[in-house]
């Protein structure tokens, strides 16, 4: 983690005796992999509960009931961003029964009210940015700003690191980076009808396309798709590694455009069709670069 921010988030996080993680998503995983190192030199690494993608790729995780189990008055349950947001309340909850605090961050620009309606707001919430924090007071979430601290997003500046680490950009080469986003999403798009579009949009081109899959998509059903169209391929290797290879990255949605327009690459967001609830799932950095 880049000094300055770990000192903003050690800052935060100081008044809590143990600081326990619970993550599900990828996005929320990739932040706890980086807060983890600086809860232990801290000393107030408690206990890493995962369940779903995370669970298998947290070391040493527990399952959701430990939360029960670990958390005591003094500590803080820090819970990241998912796609079950009911989920998301119940680790809320169960903080609050056991005497602990809970908060949340969040891994994204979108979603600010979803994740806290009908339950008690949690005593801390984080946002990247100050466009996070107004976006936040916009969902109209009643006393949400005044818990709201912001800090810098940890996963997405060690990605940032990451991408200019490497070789720069290959002429012709385009990344396109997936989301897990299905018709039945009801966003006017999908991964499927994307991929067709930026295909399409390559051959005219007359650029060579790389497709990487979302994390929580299966590769040998993309990769099938992605069979079907000329100058085309899969790819699986690491996403930093082949945003600093592309001379432009185009994507949907996912947090890793934000990360090539961060590094410093042109950026395309393909969202051809949506309608109100894709513009609504949409990402507020990326906006201006949006194809519709």
Not at 153 to 177: H, K, M, T
Not at 262 to 280: D, H, L, M, V
Request: proline share 6%; charged share 20%; hydrophobic share 45%.
């Amino acid at each position: 983690m880049r000094p300055q921010s770990a000192a903003q988030w050690r800052q935060v996080l100081a008044p809590w005796k143990w600081v326990h993680l619970y993550t599900t998503d990828p996005g929320a995983h990739a932040i706890a992999v980086a807060l983890w190192p600086l809860l232990r030199e801290s000393g107030q690494a408690g206990s890493w509960v995962a369940e779903g993608w995370s669970a298998a790729r947290a070391q040493g995780a527990e399952p959701f009931g430990a939360i029960a189990e670990r958390v005591r008055p003094g500590d803080l349950l820090l819970s990241g961003s998912q796609t079950d947001f009911a989920r998301t309340r119940e680790s809320f909850a169960a903080a609050r029964a056991a005497g602990g605090a809970s908060g949340f961050v969040f891994d994204h620009w979108k979603n600010y009210s979803e994740h806290f309606e009908g339950a008690p707001l949690p005593d801390l919430i984080v946002v990247p940015d100050a466009l996070g924090l107004e976006r936040l007071q916009a969902a109209v979430v009643p006393d949400a700003v005044a818990r709201a601290r912001i800090l810098p997003l940890p996963s997405l500046e060690a990605a940032v690191d990451r991408v200019r680490s490497f070789a720069g950009p290959e002429s012709g080469l385009v990344a396109l980076l997936l989301d897990p986003t299905e018709a039945t999403h009801d966003l006017g798009y999908d991964w499927r009808s994307i991929l067709d579009a930026a295909a399409a949009e390559a051959g005219r081109r007359c650029l060579h396309l790389l497709v990487k899959p979302h994390p929580r998509q299966d590769a040998a059903i993309v990769g099938a798709a992605v069979g079907r169209y000329g100058g085309v391929a899969l790819y699986e290797g690491d996403t930093e590694a082949l945003i600093a290879r592309a001379q432009e990255v185009w994507g949907m949605t996912s947090i890793a455009l934000v990360t090539a327009l961060k590094a410093g690459r042109p950026i395309r967001s393909f969202q051809i069709g949506r309608n109100e609830r894709g513009r609504q799932a949409s990402n507020a950095h990326i906006e201006r670069f949006v194809v519709t």
